[in-house]
T-cell receptor, first 116, second 112 residues
Framework: AQSVTQPDIHITVSEGASLELRCNYS??????LFWYVQSPGQGLQLLLK??????LVQGIKGFEAEFKRSQSSFNLRKPSVHWSDAAEYFC??????????????FGKGTKLSVKP | DSGVTQTPKHLITATGQRVTLRCSPR?????VYWYQQSLDQGLQFLIQ???????AKGNILERFSAQQFPDLHSELNLSSLELGDSALYFC???????????FGPGTRLTVL
């Protein structure tokens, strides 16, 4: 079955340090890929998405993600973390075929804490 | 603000009861999706509608049902509620099935 794995449940980084959140998917083809962020008590906000083309995609709030087909990965990065980035981050895939079109499959999420 | 609205924000009810959650999609979006977020199951897809018709079903219980009305708003009906139904319920909308989904703020359901 298709799945999304975010291996890190919780990550703590210092403010100003770089960040990489990992995401791997299990799927026979290249799905559409997304990163969403959820602040406490809030809904899900789209950070960035990959459909096709350039494998390095830029998003909002200074985030970027790189799609690596050979590793079935779509890792999220930010060069310098700000205290306001503390939130939970979700990787998701949209299976772009047949009857499953539109179903977002989410990873379990990575909670990011930022140390001052 | 994603443009997707959900009401109510919070709902507290008792076991065995029935509730209705409402979602208004972004202007122009024809697809509406419902997701459930719980601590043990994470974010799970429940059901999708496109322009009034059911398109796909995920892990939706038989006690749950949904519909999308001609004005494109959607309602999720949860009946015979159990303690385990306590969760955050999100609605999302998109133009079409493969387009980016934008999420509403969610309805937090507490079943006592």
């Amino acid at each position: 079955a298709q799945s999304v794995t975010q291996p890190d449940i919780h990550i703590t980084v210092s403010e100003g340090a770089s960040l990489e959140l990992r995401c791997n998917y299990s799927y026979g083809a290249t799905p559409y890929l997304f990163w969403y962020v959820q602040s406490p008590g809030q809904g899900l906000q789209l950070l960035l998405k990959y459909f096709s083309g350039d494998t390095l995609v830029q998003g909002i709030k200074g985030f970027e993600a790189e799609f690596k087909r050979s590793q079935s990965s779509f890792n999220l990065r930010k060069p310098s973390v700000h205290w306001s980035d503390a939130a939970e981050y979700f990787c998701a895939v949209n299976l772009n075929y047949g009857g499953s079109q539109g179903n977002l499959i989410f990873g379990k999420g990575t909670k990011l804490s930022v140390k001052p | 603000d994603s443009g997707v609205t959900q009401t109510p924000k919070h709902l507290i009810t008792a076991t065995g009861q029935r509730v209705t959650l409402r979602c208004s999609p972004r202007s122009g979006d024809l697809s509406v999706y419902w997701y459930q977020q719980s601590l043990d199951q994470g974010l799970q897809f429940l059901i999708q509608y496109y322009n009034g018709e059911e398109r796909a079903k995920g892990n939706i219980l038989e006690r749950f049902s949904a519909q999308q009305f001609p004005d494109l708003h959607s309602e999720l009906n949860l009946s015979s509620l159990e303690l385990g139904d306590s969760a955050l319920y999100f609605c999302a909308s998109s133009v079409g099935a493969l387009d980016t989904q934008y999420f509403g703020p969610g309805t937090r359901l507490t079943v006592l």
